[in-house]
Structure formats: structure tokens, C-alpha cells
């Protein structure tokens, strides 16, 4: 199974090209021979990360650890990423003289360059990418346990182990074991000018329907204003804006039993009911050509009402009080009001041989990277809830987190709980982005979700044995 799951991969991530900013030296070439076996066995399940006691060896002169992280920041991150490499090695933690080596990743092909070195044993020791990831390297047998370090954790009383919910936990574990040490709660939704709307006379209700969303547009672009912008001239960006549409209409790309939902009745109404949207004029009517950078001056400038995105770190600083996080909305097929949301998540690799080293490590980077955010301008929101208050000064963030991730989020992958050996790939594809763009270009959504559901199948299929 784990060289099926393997192959599948490599298939699809090679021939996947993602968009995103950042630099970062590639992974090594792929044809490199596999690393020699493991030679020292993992710690018991109860103890600390740590390892076993003995002389203190001075810093940087120990074994080396390796952390491979993906920009979450843009310019700023890089910076703060070596920062705290440094820090966390002059750190000498346990007095190993651990030497931590920080290489940032570009979101371009990521999903390639962390598969490539995986599959060659050129992996680093710890990673932070796509929240599918750990799941999927979990599924390969690739993954280290961290269960040490959540037990550390608990016997230290620290405030870490109580205050990220067992739920996300849980969400992270895999046959039982933790693979993952989630570190951030994401996120999709809208923010809106407060003024735009007074002024086209519309009050946010304390909880509303696509009706109620659709009669508030109607009234915003009476006054003269676009209602809605987005990023559209990326995959991810449409895609997310379909996802997001779905789950709160009670619905996702798949249902429990791995099959494709994309021509279910719930979904085509939610398609239906974005094109309704666009045909009106309530979407802006170049979406497809605007990146972020477009969308967010659209936004700013007060030509456009709502902005759907997330982060909303752009807004400056003297304008915030202009905006809010608007109230979620329920479509006509959900039980209740839902949100989609993402857990972002540290993993390791079990390749190096040194896990006691590679835990060690990771307990002190996440109990001590403040600075990923205060300087490295990180784009998630802390999941630990006194980080948030420590590293966010921002109020809208803070609302918007409130809003639309901790309070009605689910999993981006709803109704999945967990997920699937075939996450990470379908999340690479943006599969919900060919529908989105048959609603934006006039195309014929019926043959944009037939030929979705193909590719969905298809890569489920590529995963059976």
C-alpha cells in the first residue's frame, strides 16, 4: 500500500504547478539513493522529548536538525525564520548543542518538493507546508510520533496541551498516534466596510441566509457600490471561494464514503446560487483577472463593500475600525451554520534517525517562535489562544478569527472529519476551481462538474490497491 500511495503521488504532484510567493532552495534530485536505516529507536510513548540524560555539549556542536517551512509571510519571513534558527541553537537545547538549519520553501510546487525528498530520504527533520500534508506522509509510514511532546506537555502543566481543544488533537492523530502539532487555525469569510453598508442602508443581522446575503448585495450595489471581491486569477482562490460557498450550504467536494459530491444536489444549488450572484452584479465583474493585490485596493478604496479572503492583515492600521468580519450565512441545504477552516500543523520525519533530537527541537520551536508573527508578519492565526493575544495587536483579525474560524468552523474537507490518503492531492488541484471558472466565463457548469467529478475519481481510484 505504501508504495501504491507513493506512486499516486508522485503522478499527480509532478504534474501539478501551484502559484504562490517566496524562494527556497529545491529539494535535492530524486534519484539520490534512500538514507541509511534508522539506528536508534524511538522513545517510549510517556516520555519527554528530550531523551536520555548525559554530558552537555556545547552549542551548535551537536547533531544538527533541520526544519523546512513555507512562507507564510512574504518578505518578512525569511528573515525571522534564520533569526529563530539562531536563537534556537545559541538556545543549547538540553544541552545537546543541537544546531538547527532553516530553509524556507516556496509555495510553487511544494507539494513536489516536499514528495521528492521524502521519496529520495532527503527529507528534513521537521516540516510546516499544506495542512493535508502530515496525513499524507502518515499514510506512507513517514511520519515521527509526537505524542512525546504533547505528554511533556501535560506533565509540565503547560498551557499548550489545554488550551489548543482535544477536537484539533484529535484531528491530528492518525491510527492513534500524533503526527502533527497544529499551530494555527485558518481560515476563509468576509469582512465589510461598515460605511458602504449604513449608507446603502444595510444592518448585519445577528444570523442570516443566502436570501437575507443576496437582498444585502442588491441594496450595496443600488448605492453604487460592488458588493463582493475576491481573488480570482489563481486556482486556490477560486476553489476556496466555492469551498467555502458549499460548506455553508452543508455540503463538500466528497462525502464519508470517498465519493465525488461535486453534482449532488446541494452542490449544483450552491453553483447556481454563486452564478445568480455574478449574473446580478454582485460579484465584480473582472474577478478573474484581479490577484490579491487588486482585489484588496478594490477593497480599500471603498469601490467594493465585502472582501472574501482571509488573513486581513492588509488593511492598514489607521482603517480598521472601518471594517468588521460580516456574520456567516446558512444556505437552504445546512442543518446548521458552518464556516470552512484549516489547522496548520508542524510534522516530522522518522528518515534522520535522531528523534529524540528532531522532538527536543520542535517542543522548543513551538513553545518560542513569537517572532514568525510579531516580525515574520505570519499570515495564520495563532490556535493557542494566549498566543494570539500575545502576537496579534490587530482587533479585525481577531474578529474575523473569532467569526469565521473558532466559532463555526469545521474542516475545509467537511463532511470528512479527518483526512483521506487523497486530501493532499485533490487540495494541490484546487479541484472546485473548473467550476468557478465555467460561473465566471460563462462556460457550462454541468460539463465543468462532470469533468471535476472525473478527476476526483480518478484520483481516488489512483490511491486503491
Not at 67 to 72: Q, S, T
Not at 80 to 101: C, H, M, P
Request: glycine share 8%; hydrophobic share 40%.
Amino acid at each position: 500500500m505504501k508504495q501504491k500511495i507513493i506512486a499516486a503521488v508522485l503522478s499527480m504532484t509532478m504534474a501539478i504547478s501551484m502559484t504562490a510567493c517566496g524562494s527556497a532552495q529545491q529539494a535535492e534530485d530524486p534519484g539520490k539513493a534512500k538514507t541509511e536505516a534508522k539506528v536508534q529507536e524511538e522513545t517510549e510513548e510517556g516520555n519527554t522529548a528530550s531523551g536520555s540524560e548525559q554530558a552537555e555539549i556545547a552549542v551548535g556542536e551537536g547533531e544538527v536538525v533541520t526544519i523546512w517551512e513555507c512562507n507564510w509571510g512574504g518578505d518578512a519571513y525569511e528573515a525571522a525564520l534564520q533569526r529563530l534558527a539562531e536563537e534556537a541553537t545559541n538556545a543549547n537545547i538540553d544541552g545537546k548543542g543541537y544546531k538547527i538549519e532553516v530553509t524556507m520553501v516556496p509555495w510553487d510546487n511544494y507539494n513536489e518538493t516536499f514528495m521528492t525528498a521524502a521519496v529520495a530520504g532527503t527529507a528534513p527533520d521537521i516540516a510546516a507546508e499544506a495542512s493535508t500534508s502530515p496525513y499524507q506522509y502518515a499514510q506512507m509510514g513517514e511520519t515521527l510520533d509526537l505524542g512525546p511532546i504533547y505528554n511533556a506537555w501535560v506533565e509540565e502543566g503547560n498551557p499548550i496541551a489545554e488550551e489548543i481543544p482535544q477536537s484539533v488533537w484529535d484531528f491530528e492523530k492518525y491510527n492513534g498516534q500524533l503526527i502533527a502539532i497544529p499551530f494555527a487555525i485558518d481560515g476563509v469569510g468576509i469582512v465589510y466596510n461598515k460605511d458602504l453598508f449604513a449608507n446603502a442602508g444595510v444592518e448585519v443581522p445577528e444570523s442570516w441566509d443566502w436570501n437575507g446575503f443576496e437582498e444585502a448585495c442588491a441594496k450595496l450595489k443600488e448605492s453604487g457600490v460592488t458588493p463582493l471581491v475576491f481573488t480570482g486569477n489563481n486556482l486556490p482562490g477560486l476553489s476556496s471561494i466555492g469551498d467555502a460557498f458549499c460548506i455553508s450550504n452543508g455540503t463538500g467536494v466528497i462525502d464519508t464514503d470517498y465519493n465525488p459530491t461535486i453534482l449532488s444536489d446541494a452542490n449544483q444549488e450552491t453553483y447556481a446560487y454563486i452564478k445568480e450572484l455574478y449574473d446580478n452584479g454582485y460579484i465584480a465583474e473582472g474577478v478573474m483577472g484581479y490577484d490579491s493585490t487588486d482585489a484588496q485596493r478594490l477593497f480599500l478604496n471603498g469601490d467594493a463593500a465585502m472582501y472574501f479572503g482571509n488573513g486581513f492583515s492588509f488593511v492598514p492600521e489607521a482603517d480598521r475600525d472601518k471594517y468588521a468580519a460580516l456574520t456567516p450565512f446558512k444556505g437552504p441545504s445546512a442543518d446548521e451554520l458552518l464556516t470552512s477552516a484549516s489547522y496548520q500543523a508542524y510534522y516530522a520525519y522518522d528518515q534522520s534517525g535522531h528523534p529524540d533530537a528532531t522532538r527536543a527541537v520542535l517542543k522548543w520551536w513551538i513553545e518560542n517562535n513569537d517572532i514568525l508573527w510579531t516580525e515574520g508578519n505570519h499570515g495564520t492565526i495563532p490556535i493557542q489562544q494566549s498566543k494570539l493575544e500575545r502576537v496579534i495587536d490587530n482587533e479585525l483579525v481577531k474578529d474575523f478569527a473569532a467569526t469565521w474560524c473558532i466559532e463555526h468552523g469545521k474542516p475545509s474537507i467537511y463532511p470528512l472529519t479527518s483526512f483521506a490518503p487523497f486530501s493532499s492531492t485533490l487540495d494541490s488541484m484546487a479541484v472546485s476551481s473548473s467550476v468557478l471558472e465555467a460561473i465566471f466565463t460563462d462556460g457550462d457548469i454541468q460539463e465543468a462538474s462532470e469533468k471535476t467529478t472525473r478527476e476526483i475519481q480518478e484520483v481516488i481510484a489512483s490511491y486503491e490497491e
